[in-house]
């Protein structure tokens, strides 16, 4: 089933040595994070009690404890989507805007209990109607106008974030009511400094507080303004060339200046912005589709709307700025065991990329994909099977069923053991839509592969 098309075309590739790959981050960090995660919803819950947070009216004390736990998952949001390279390197990015989605709407859900409760406890108290109460409350005490603005402004980006809103927005719409988050915790959280019991009748709790809100901005400005800035300065990128790899698929090779100090692997992707007109402030993740080498860096974009299709349109010379590398799908995850890239459409960019890098003879690389005509890489892959080896086998045709990761006529039992008779051996790794990863990712387990041995991250927004 291993099939080699015609030899390469003579396509431009990265020159340069390869840099040595970078250690792959001690799993123990993560248990670590989590316990930090943990343990500032504990001191919360602590502080709370310790300041007296159960005594008075009922709902008003729990008022307080679900304020105080949604401000602290708020921050946490922000954390998690700090760009904090080695919390990035550690978890991957798809799994931090998991976490980064959950807390956010575990967040506003105690935000909205946080309104309830205090205000219907503080009606009982004083004994008047409850949206009287809430009016009151909003125009007379401090910062009450800028919470109810904040809160408007994160009710926004939490609609937005559902799942059928955010298929009805392009990528660059979406993105740019998502930056209103910052604004809106910005607004939210002041009015717990001038009113709320924890800060004005407490030092500990203020220092705590000071210093959680201190930390998020402070990362927030280091990790997505600074270091972001510093190095698309620092490396200078340009675009060099502009190729067509397959219709509606370009690569783009850029050179920059020391791109060796760069702290990439294969399969990482950047956040990349291009100075060629209006809309240049916009940020786009495309993945490198080439291991790292000398002073060039290619990634390879799909036209799939207005952001992808001005790529296509670049002209040699002009500037790049990046925000990066992020991604965990390296070869960093590697147990040593013959590797199997499993990659869908677009998907091959970042198994091209794990093929530099992990250098296995015995690799196998599946690749799902219309047509031959439509392969990405075609003439590179071929050359790779022939050169290195590599198990090469193209999946062709339309999609048999809803469902299923093969094609019409190989969808049968027992072909993936029919394609890669020792899978249960191998580690997998696996790039394309978030659907057919699933359905691969089923089929793995089901013919032995444990879930450890099972690589993948969404690259979906």
């Known amino acids: 089933m291993h099939e080699v098309g015609p030899p390469p075309t003579g396509r431009v590739r990265p020159a340069g040595r390869r840099r040595p790959p970078l250690p792959p981050p001690r799993r123990a960090w993560r248990g670590a994070a989590g316990a930090v995660a943990a343990s500032t919803l504990a001191m919360a819950v602590a502080l709370w009690a310790v300041n007296g947070g159960a005594d008075g009216e009922p709902l008003s004390a729990l008022g307080r404890l679900t304020g105080l736990l949604a401000s602290d998952l708020l921050l946490l949001q922000v954390l998690l989507m700090a760009r904090i390279p080695l919390v990035e390197r550690v978890f991957g990015q798809d799994r931090l805007a998991r976490w980064h989605r959950w807390t956010g709407f575990s967040s506003f859900h105690l935000m909205l209990a946080h309104i309830v409760f205090i205000t219907i406890g503080y009606a009982g108290g004083a004994r008047t109607d409850v949206l009287g109460e809430l009016w009151e409350l909003i125009a007379d005490y401090p910062g009450m106008l800028l919470a109810t603005a904040g809160t408007l402004l994160l009710a926004l980006v939490v609609v937005t974030s559902i799942r059928a809103a955010r298929r009805r927005l392009r990528y660059e719409s979406w993105h740019l009511l998502h930056l209103y988050a910052y604004l809106g915790v910005g607004l939210a959280l002041p009015h717990q400094i001038w009113t709320g019991t924890d800060f004005t009748g407490s030092a500990w709790s203020r220092a705590y507080w000071w210093t959680l809100y201190a930390a998020a901005v402070l990362t927030v400005v280091t990790f997505r303004a600074g270091l972001p800035l510093w190095r698309s300065v620092y490396h200078r990128l340009r675009v060099e060339q502009v190729v067509a790899e397959s219709p509606g698929v370009v690569s783009v090779y850029l050179r920059g200046h020391r791109l060796d100090r760069l702290p990439i692997r294969a399969g990482q992707f950047f956040l990349w912005r291009f100075l060629d007109g209006p809309g240049w402030s916009r940020a786009h993740p495309y993945t490198l589709s080439a291991g790292p080498a000398g002073d060039v860096l290619r990634i390879t974009v799909k036209d799939l709307g207005d952001g992808s299709r001005r790529v296509h349109r670049l002209r040699p010379g002009t500037r790049a700025l990046l925000e990066g590398p992020y991604g965990a799908l390296t070869a960093a995850q590697s147990t040593g065991r013959p590797p199997l890239l499993v990659a869908a459409g677009v998907g091959i960019t970042a198994m091209r990329a794990l093929l530099d890098d992990l250098a296995a003879p015995d690799a196998v690389l599946l690749y799902r994909v219309r047509g031959r005509a439509e392969a990405v890489f075609r003439s590179e892959l071929d050359a790779l099977s022939r050169r290195r ?52 990712h089923t089929e793995l387990r089901a013919a032995g592969l444990p879930a450890g041995r099972i690589h993948r991250e969404e690259f979906a927004w």
Not at 412 to 438: F, K, N, S, T
């Open 389 to 440: 080896g590599v198990g090469l086998v193209y999946l062709e045709g339309r999609r048999s069923r809803r469902g299923s990761w093969l094609p019409a006529g190989l969808d049968v039992p027992g072909m993936l053991h029919h394609l890669v008779p020792d899978v249960a051996v191998r580690e997998a790794y696996l790039c394309g839509p978030p659907e057919w990863m699933a359905a691969v």
